[in-house]
């Protein structure tokens, strides 16, 4: 179903929660200030990137991250902290990765979660931290009942993610995904602000 614009919230103005944080892991709102170090992390993961992620193309460079980073799709975006190395050699936040909301429907009250680690930090729980505190921003801040995860058939480590979250499955989705020039059937998991998840603050 096509959603008419004026369902969705304001994408240019969204509440104001620059960082979201667990007290060891930090999410900060991506902004032109991530852009160098942004650009890095999706160059160095290419190749577990590209046959989830459309945008991870060989000709990635700055102007890339920048165009994402005006647009609006990072309007509820957040760009992982590094914990091991959260300052880069030239000073600025290390980002090791972004988690965001994307497409909130004011109107209906859903949404859904995605996320990409840059490959050497993933299998350490980082997504899955990141997106509980992604969750609870989209459920308290964004006033969202639910929210949806879906992901390629072929993607087993996002899937392992959402089960970890505590959604619940909900079905496959049929050819739901184009993904390097072919369709992909998808998972569909799904969180409600009223679920009883031990991770929700």
Request: proline content about 6%.
């Amino acid at each position: 179903m096509t959603q008419n614009p004026a369902d969705r919230p304001n994408q240019a103005d969204p509440p104001n929660e620059p960082v979201l944080s667990d007290g060891r892991l930090q999410l900060e709102r991506v902004n032109e200030g991530h852009a160098e170090a942004l650009t890095a992390a999706v160059q160095v993961s290419l190749t577990e990137l590209a046959p989830f992620m459309p945008w991870a193309s060989d000709d990635y460079d700055l102007s890339h991250s920048m165009e994402f980073i005006n647009s609006p799709a990072a309007a509820h975006a957040f760009a992982l902290i590094d914990p091991a190395a959260p300052v880069t050699d030239a000073g600025t936040a290390n980002v090791a990765g972004v988690l965001g909301i994307n497409d909130p429907s004011e109107r209906d009250r859903f949404a859904d979660i995605g996320w990409w680690l840059r490959t050497d930090v993933t299998g350490q729980g980082l997504a899955t931290v990141g997106a509980q505190l992604v969750a609870n921003y989209g459920f308290d801040q964004l006033g969202l009942h639910r929210i949806e995860i879906f992901m390629s058939v072929e993607n087993p480590a996002s899937r392992a993610i959402a089960e970890r979250l505590g959604a619940s499955y909900e079905g496959l989705l049929r050819g739901r995904l184009q993904l390097q020039g072919r369709a992909h059937d998808a998972h569909l998991y799904a969180m409600l602000a009223t679920d009883d998840l031990p991770w929700r603050s």
